[in-house]
């Protein structure tokens, strides 16, 4: 089993920043790919940021200048440094693991944790 677990969300001032981290732990197969996803009131979970195990990144546009995922390979851990927040990144976040074993994709979601931009 693969449990990941975020933490360091909260409240913050439009223009603020915020670091989240996700700690994974078990089975984890090596060539994972791990990343953040959110999901805002009303709204489809939408993807942020992911980041390969050589450190490869990808982000979405809307978060693109202002959001910055990096890992600790050896301890299992992803952050997301947010910058220059606004209201519009109001979400839930949620931690993603993925790899692809035997042919066939394994994937695994934190409980998310809540960003609440605003003033």
């Known amino acids: 089993q693969v449990q990941l677990v975020e933490s360091g969300g909260g409240l913050v001032q439009p223009g603020g920043s915020l670091t989240l981290s996700c700690a994974a732990s078990g089975n984890i197969f090596n060539r994972n790919v791990m990343g953040w996803y959110r999901q805002a009131p009303g709204k489809q979970r939408e993807y942020v940021a992911t980041?390969?195990?050589?450190?490869?990144?990808n982000y979405a546009d809307s978060v693109k200048g202002r959001l910055t995922i990096s890992r600790d390979s050896a301890k299992n851990t992803v952050y997301l440094q947010m910058n220059s927040l606004k209201p519009e990144d109001t979400a839930v976040y949620y931690c993603?693991?993925?790899?692809?074993?035997?042919?066939?994709?394994?994937?695994?979601w934190g409980q998310g944790i809540q960003v609440t931009v605003s003033s």
């Open positions: 980041i390969t195990g050589s450190g490869n990144t």
């Open positions: 993603n693991a993925a790899w692809i074993l035997a042919g066939f994709k394994e994937e695994y």
